[in-house]
């Protein structure tokens, strides 16, 4: 199948503003599955509420667009139901680590076979501008006029102290990594985490004077650098990217099947 293939064109164009990444992230995503050969039976696509979670509504797979905060809810009751199909979460920031904070560190926990997409811009871009858990000390938002004073979480070390048993990062300014991590995630049997840092230049660019969209890709180019770069050791505030873990453990609908076996027995 052909990236178009995958597609709903007839909800095209889509409704991101200008110089939004989750355009960049739905292409880079096809391609993964695209070069994985996979077929569109065996794909369930479910997404949140927000500006990342409309990419669910562009993709010609198996999709639930459900509640905000919920996505890892509803796509562990699917992949429960149905061990046997690849479950894909696309998130924001505010998606997944706001209100639904509680459910990404509890599926990590039980390291249930999800890849889990967390598109960090940094902001709710839908509902107006207002700051996320991720958004950082010191930046602007409509709720932060003067500055916010909220830490922000590192995605890479909250789902790496759940317990998910892949954890990447990347951004929208490499592509190329995005496929290939993608790809990966999504070949591994456990809960994946791929955080992609990915611009909004209508809202955060605009609060926090960096400019246009292109003006935030080139800017991701230089705040961060692969994993164990010299260039972190140099400068230690560089953003690294990469895939941070990469382990084998037991999956939980797996552990699940053999409880059900144990029962059947009457173990």
Not at 11 to 28: D, T, Y
Not at 87 to 95: A, E, K, N, Q, S
Not at 211 to 233: E, F, H, N, Q, W
Request: proline share 4%.
């Amino acid at each position: 199948m052909a990236v178009k293939d995958y597609i709903r064109e007839r909800f095209f164009p889509h409704m991101w503003c200008p110089g939004c990444g989750h355009g960049i992230v739905l292409n880079s995503m096809l391609r993964a599955i695209e070069k994985l050969e996979m077929s569109k039976n065996d794909i369930v696509m479910v997404s949140g509420i927000g500006c990342s979670a409309r990419i669910s509504g562009y993709v010609d797979f198996h999709t639930l667009h459900t509640i905000h905060g919920r996505a890892l809810a509803f796509a562990t009751g699917v992949k429960m139901s149905r061990p046997e199909v690849n479950i894909l979460v696309p998130m924001g920031d505010g998606d997944a680590l706001a209100i639904g904070g509680n459910h990404f560190i509890h599926a990590a926990r039980r390291n249930i076979d999800i890849t889990a997409i967390v598109m960090n811009n940094r902001i709710y871009g839908m509902t107006g501008g207002q700051y996320s858990p991720l958004s950082g000390y010191g930046i602007k938002a409509t709720t932060a006029p003067y500055m916010n004073i909220d830490h922000d979480f590192d995605v890479v070390e909250l789902a790496k102290s759940a317990g998910a048993t892949f954890v990447a990062r990347t951004t929208t300014y490499h592509i190329q990594q995005i496929v290939d991590i993608i790809q990966q995630a999504i070949l591994h049997k456990g809960f994946s985490v791929v955080e992609i840092m990915s611009q909004c230049p209508t809202y955060f660019g605009r609060k926090n004077k960096e400019g246009s969209g292109v003006d935030m890709l080139k800017r991701y180019k230089k705040i961060t650098t692969p994993i164990g770069s010299k260039a972190k050791k140099e400068n230690p505030d560089l953003i690294e990217r990469g895939i941070f873990v990469q382990k084998e453990m037991p999956e939980y609908c797996a552990e699940y099947d053999k409880v059900i076996e144990m029962a059947m027995k009457g173990q």
